[in-house]
């Protein structure tokens, strides 16, 4: 669609935050959202997205649900690699991710 705005969660405490501003973009007119959440933090897009849909705006739908992964860069041992050969052995290779289009119902 062409007015979509994203909202792309990092962590638990900007669920407050992404509320509010979903809140203010369909205030101002848009007509779909797009949530993003990957890893720890995809209960959290979900639950922005069930918040947004049943309690603030009844007239929301969900046009879009998309899941995915990539690639697990982690940086914390590029000094010592072989330090500690346990964590290398259980080291997370890729990280889920989900988007949860949220768009106003089409009255037809």
């Known amino acids: 669609m062409v007015n979509n705005t994203t909202i ?3 962590n638990r405490s900007d669920k407050e935050k992404s509320i ?3 809140i203010f973009a369909f ?3 848009k007509k779909s959202l797009l ?3 990957e890893g720890e933090e995809i209960s959290t897009a979900v639950e922005v997205a069930e918040i ?3 309690r603030m705006y009844p007239r929301l739908e969900i046009g879009n649900v998309s899941l995915g992964s ?3 860069y ?3 041992n590029r000094r010592y690699p072989n330090r500690n050969p346990k964590y290398n052995a259980n080291k997370k290779d890729i990280i889920s991710q989900i988007e949860i ?3 106003t119902k089409s009255t037809a």
């Open 8 to 10: 792309i969660i990092r």
């Open 20 to 22: 509010k501003d979903a």
């Open 27 to 29: 205030s101002g007119g």
């Open 35 to 37: 949530i993003k959440g």
């Open 52 to 54: 947004l849909k049943n």
């Open 70 to 72: 990539r690639p697990f």
């Open 74 to 76: 982690d940086n914390r």
């Open 101 to 103: 289009t949220l768009q």
